[in-house]
């Protein structure tokens, strides 16, 4: 049974009726999804077992023990995989975990560049650890090249970048930036959480390596904390995968199982999200005590023509600015439909404050200045009904 499963979990991603290329959705529902062998089962079981018999020394199915191979994150990986068209994908216990792993490409001397509006999170472990090894980085906007090539060095190694931003919206130009960093041979990673890859595929604009935090929209339901790299070059996939196996940061089988269950309903999901985010974004922006929205999909946005090219829609991340602590503190607590709490890409709209919970570990004179101001508010638009949405921030605004 576990060859059959091997054999299964191994298989290539599923064909058109007509040998066409499958679409998208099509690949959400079965890339990764195939019916257990064993049993038939439409929905692929949760291999929940830390280990697997062996017929004698040196005979085995192809698996020897959960933290090596275990069925069911395999088959989540072969869906990331086509999802992101990569050469393969690994799953990790969290984003931070998938960030970790492709930093061991990274030795001592070496220098990144990075994102300045980085996630927190990211922000942290590059500079209170990775720093400690001797890694070297620039925080710059990558929203402008010319920012960045003036920040390359001789030993710049890799390119990090966020697009969109976490919080403020900008891009990064993934296919200028991807040309640039090849010419110094520099690896190029996205973070692709915000997007996902309905929306952005960024391995097919020029990146190496593609990441995601899988809780977010992926997984859709915010039960389920996990993380994934993708890459384009086997090379990059097989280093991953040892170092998977070797610190042990995996995605256990359950996880596994709520992500693959996720990526079902990926392009409805983002569909809704979609609909919902543009049509708050305007209303925001039209709102008297909103001062700024920072929202790709609006036509006041800065990057709004890059939005347009290389993403297909514009997703359901919008921040604002409402002035003032006082301000964001009165908004926040009168919600009633909108939830406020960390973490984002959920079915339910939920709501953060920036300057206080993702992005606690920058600096403050930094945060200001990069315009996470102690007044900026970041929703993850659900996909509530939109008018249920629109009342309540309507009434949390007026009782500011």
Known sequence: MATEVKDEVSSSKPAAADDRAPGFSTLCIHAGNEPDPATGSVTFPIYQTSTYVQEGLGKHKGFEYARTQNPTRMRLEESLTALEAGAGAKAFASGMAAITAISTFLKQGDHVVCSNMTYGGTYRYFTKILAKFGVAFDFVDTADIESVRRA??????????????????????????????????????????????????????????????????????????????????????????????????????MDSWLVLRGIKTLVVRMERHEQNGRAVAEHLARHPKVRSVHYPGLPSHPQHALAKKQMKGFGAMISFELGSFENAGRFLEKLRVCSLGESLGGVETLISHPASMTHGAIPEAERNRLGVTPGLVRISVGIEDIGDILADLDQALEAM
């Open 152 to 253: 390359i060095r001789p030993e710049t190694r890799m390119l990090h970048l966020e697009s969109p931003t976490n919080p403020t919206m900008r891009l990064a130009d993934i296919s200028a930036l991807s040309e640039l960093g090849h010419r110094v041979g520099a690896i190029v990673v996205v973070d692709n959480t915000f997007a996902s890859p309905y929306l952005q595929r960024p391995l097919e604009l020029g990146a190496d390596i593609v990441m995601h935090s899988t809780t977010k929209f992926l997984g859709g339901h915010s039960d389920t904390v996990g993380g994934a790299a993708i890459a384009k070059s086997q090379e990059h996939v097989e280093w991953l995968g040892f170092v998977q196996n070797s610190s042990g940061a995996i995605l256990s089988p």
